[in-house]
């Protein structure tokens, strides 16, 4: 890859290179007729598909991976950005089958050379611009949805996740551009694969921060050359520290408009998966924005195809690299891995759950399982895992099991087809019948709402707009990477997975770069205090008063375990009794 000479005035040293309230944190370099990594090998247009190993948290795998886009975050909070301009140029022309080498008119706009093909973006004065909170993504798109691209969509909801702010260029009442080719009739950006930079200045007319980009040889660049079927990215965490000399490199991971993420590099943590924190900067939004504690978070669900081993392969020997027989805690080496299953953790202390709802979505189809007022559902302890499941064990699945100890068993689980717990479930699938849902691997999400309808849990899982893990397929599962916290939403760290499934159970994933298992902890979650008023547990029907109602039912289910085991001993004795009639008009 040829260096270029960078001209001294491109360059001004002053303070306000070494911090800025904007970074650049990625932008897609792959021609418009590439695949995100692919090879030579298959080359180009549709026939380079087969080759291409990886896809984008957004836009999936896409000829050109969305078109010309850069992604910004705004590291200060109440950041006013009107006024601001992003200058970029191509230092050594690009080319293109479907986009040429660009050629410049001779004017110049920024870089004091107007034969360098070169374009510069400026924030217009409009209100929303005027107070970024920290932490905020910004991508800019040249291409709208109908070819490939995004148009603008500005909405900002950081509780339910949604902390990314996307402007299509020929929304000029938020952004104007102007640029000096002539040959291109596009909107004015231009991103090449051949050493592009790209500069922040302020309102003022001051750098910001400097140029970032392939070939500087004054920081900006940590990469190597990037290649058409590349993007460019930090591989670091922004924060108000970003400066040209952070870790700016050529990858071929994209996560457009959400957390990079990345294999290190280094040699003390090689080929270890990364991913970019904006917690420190996101916290105090939060705070003044968003609920402490979430009533409960998805931490698991099977993304396994019905004909297919977790992990592929064969029955004895799954596809990893080293091949291993990956299985799960329950079901053990399966095909299907025991079907459309998923699995919650209860966030928050006597948590009622009577009359919510769980709503799914998968690419092309949605659906829903409606809670009953049973009581099972009136009082769930926190650090309590809920497994949802919709074949029975005599088919491979699990039957319905409530019991529950709070210390040797924190797990129950619930078959979806159990009347008594699940008064139906509703699906767009042709043929669908009530008590069966789905899990997929086809962008899966799920969202919770309590019995008045409220959100209650923003959507979580691979489609979600947070989702920033790698793609789930046929032969993975998708799990929360990280200790359960009373802060865990759906910016916190999914991932996919084919080499350990876990139902039932907490998590686990290898450490890097030691290479141990580790094991999902709730620690932190069960001393955080989050909690509703507790119900009476002893009010079995949830009607309001302890009577004989209640009395009948706990008899009726003498020596059982589930609701009516009030002091969770795995067992409904004369223990429980003695607590209902201790509790008797309460």
């Known amino acids: 890859m040829k260096t270029i000479a960078i001209p001294a005035f491109a360059f001004i040293a002053s303070a306000h290179c070494l911090a800025s309230d904007l970074i650049l944190n990625e932008w897609n370099c792959i ?51 009107r006024g601001w301009k992003l200058q970029w140029l191509v230092a050594a022309g690009g080319s293109s089958t479907t986009t040429p080498a660009p050629i410049a008119s001779g004017t110049d706009v920024w870089y004091g050379d107007g ?31 109908a070819i490939g691209g995004l148009d603008t969509d500005v909405s900002f909801d950081p509780c339910a996740g949604d902390w990314w702010m996307n402007v299509k260029l020929t929304s000029t009442a938020l952004l104007t551009s102007t640029w000096n080719i002539t040959n291109i009739a596009l909107p004015a950006l231009y991103i090449s694969h051949q050493n592009w930079w790209c ?76 991913r970019q924190d904006m917690s420190a900067l996101r916290s105090a939004v939060r705070a003044e924005l968003c609920p ?7 931490n698991e669900y099977n993304g396994v195809k019905a004909t297919t ?11 990893n690299v080293p091949p291993g027989t990956a299985s799960d805690a329950q079901f053990g080496r399966v095909l299907g891995n025991g079907g459309d299953w998923m699995e919650l953790v209860i966030t928050t202390d006597h948590l009622d759950m009577r009359g919510w709802r769980l709503d799914w979505t998968e690419v092309g189809a949605s659906g829903s399982i409606q809670l009953s007022n049973n009581s099972f559902w009136q009082d769930l302890r926190i650090g309590t895992i809920v497994t949802l499941i919709q074949k029975t064990t005599a088919e491979g699945g699990l039957s319905t099991d409530l019991s529950y100890n709070g210390t040797t068993d924190i797990w129950v689980n619930v078959n979806t087809r159990d009347t008594a717990l699940v008064t ?28 008045s309808g409220a959100v209650v849990m923003p959507a979580m899982g691979e489609g979600s707009v947070a989702y920033s893990g790698g793609n789930v397929n046929g032969e993975d599962i998708c799990r929360l990477r990280q200790d359960v916290l009373p802060s865990t939403d759906s910016t916190s760290w999914f991932d996919d997975a084919g080499s350990a499934s876990t139902f039932g159970r907490p998590n686990t994933w290898t450490a890097c770069p030691a290479g141990i298992t580790v094991t999902q902890s709730f620690t932190a979650l069960l001393a955080s205090g989050c909690q509703t008023a507790p119900t009476n547990p002893a009010d079995l ?10 009395l009948g039912i706990l008899l009726g289910a003498w020596t059982q375990s589930g609701p009516t085991d009030l002091n969770r001993d795995g067992i409904t004795n004369g223990a429980d009794l003695g607590i209902l009639l201790g509790s008797w008009g309460a």
């Open 541 to 550: 029907n949830g009607d309001g008063v302890v009577n004989g109602a209640d």
């Open 292 to 298: 402490s504690c979430l009533p409960l978070v998805l």
């Open 199 to 274: 500069r922040v200045v302020d309102a003022q007319g001051n750098i910001a921060i400097d140029a970032v980009g392939e070939g500087l040889t004054q920081g900006g660049w940590a990469g190597t050359g990037i290649s058409k079927f590349e993007v460019a990215k930090l591989e670091d965490n922004p924060g108000p520290g970003t400066t040209i000399f952070s870790n700016y490199q050529d990858a071929n991971h994209s996560s457009f408009g959400t957390l990079n993420r990345w294999n290190s590099d280094l040699p003390a943590d090689f080929n270890c998966p990364k």
């Open 31 to 81: 021609r418009d007729d590439c695949w995100l990594n692919s090879t030579d090998l298959c080359g180009v247009g549709p026939a380079g598909e087969p080759c291409a190993t990886d896809q984008d948290t957004f836009f999936g795998r896409r000829m050109g991976n969305g078109g010309d886009w850069i992604e910004l975050v705004v590291t200060r909070d109440h950041a006013d950005l």
């Open 115 to 145: 034969s360098v093909a070169q374009g510069e973006i400026a924030f217009t004065q409009d209100p929303l611009w005027g107070d970024v909170r920290a932490g905020t993504i910004i991508t800019v798109t040249r291409d709208g949805t």
């Open 424 to 451: 139906g479930t509703t699906s767009t699938k042709a043929g669908h019948v009530s008590g069966n849902f789905t899990t997929s691997n086809d962008r899966w999400t799920l969202s919770v709402r309590d019995s």
């Open 309 to 319: 081993f977790l992990g592929g392969g064969t029955a004895t020997q799954d596809a």
